[in-house]
């Protein structure tokens, strides 16, 4: 049964960054395309990175390419999401979500996920 239990979350100033992770129990991580998804206060869920199955794919929210790097480790079944500049406006709480798969590629479609963690909080403030 997959499980994801994020960590790494906090209070840093504008400008700083943080690097959230995500693990993973289950099957190999091969199998699963990960996802981090966002939901700032009074708004909805947002896509904001995703790493399929293979490592070979990431997408990500316009709102932070250039800023925010996902990646994984195999051995240690872990998924990680690097954020650099960061700005009030990426304030939330962060999710992590699995989606089983063989074929590769991801999304940053809420639905196409299966499994989440609980969340992690991150605070941008001065």
């Known amino acids: 049964q997959l499980q994801l239990v994020e960590s790494g979350g906090g209070l840093v100033q504008p400008g700083g960054s943080l690097r959230l992770s995500c693990e993973v129990s289950g099957l190999p991580l091969e199998y699963y395309a990960i996802g981090w998804f966002r939901q700032a206060p009074a708004k909805e869920l947002e896509g904001v990175s995703c790493?399929?199955?293979?490592?070979?794919?990431?997408n990500y929210a316009d709102s932070v390419k250039g800023r925010f790097t996902i990646s994984r480790d195999y051995a240690k079944k872990m998924v990680y999401l690097q954020m650099n500049s960061l700005a009030a406006d990426d304030t939330g709480d962060y999710y992590c979500a699995g989606r089983p798969t063989l074929s590769g590629g991801c999304t940053l479609l809420r639905a196409d996920f299966q499994a989440w963690g609980q969340g992690t909080q991150v605070a941008v403030s001065s």
């Open positions: 790493i399929d199955n293979r490592g070979d794919i990431t």
